[in-house]
């Protein structure tokens, strides 16, 4: 697998995270977080927020998956790249959301539980996004 297309598949691979984070956590589960949040001033506002920080987080996780789909597992199928990233990112909310859990007061049960699901979900959808450009075949010249 090229560099370059793992390059363009993490750097879109974060793109699509970063739109589904501020879809789902920004607009549709905004109240709920702050419900379920530890306590007051936890989470922070829109105008707070330090929207470079995400970005890089965003991208890390992005390439993240690129790397393991396509260096390691050589997944070039979007239904593949789902499936395969919905395990990641399940593992990976798993490991992080239930340590927090244990040793901060960030959210409760049910806002672990809600975050540790919409990771999966969006790790899943950016798995296939991800893949999808790991697939596409390369245009060639012809003389």
């Known amino acids: 697998m090229g560099n370059n297309k793992i390059l363009l598949a993490g750097f879109l691979g974060g793109v699509t995270l970063f739109v589904l984070g501020f879809l789902i956590y920004g607009f549709l589960l905004m109240q709920?977080?702050?419900d379920n949040a530890g306590g007051p001033g936890v989470n922070k506002t829109m105008e707070e927020m330090s929207f470079g920080w995400l970005i890089i987080s965003n991208l890390a996780s992005g390439y993240f998956l690129a790397v393991v789909l396509g260096k390691y597992a050589h997944i070039t199928t979007a239904m593949a790249g789902a499936q395969a990233s919905a395990l990641i990112g399940f593992l990976m909310a798993l490991g992080v959301d239930t340590a927090m859990f244990a040793t901060t007061n960030l959210y409760n049960m049910k806002g672990m539980v809600t975050d540790i699901i919409v990771w999966t979900v969006m790790?899943?959808?950016?798995?296939?996004?991800?893949?999808?450009?790991?697939?596409?075949?390369?245009k060639t010249a012809t003389a």
């Open 123 to 138: 790790c899943s959808i950016t798995g296939a996004v991800v893949a999808a450009v790991l697939g596409m075949k390369s």
């Open 32 to 34: 709920f977080m702050a």
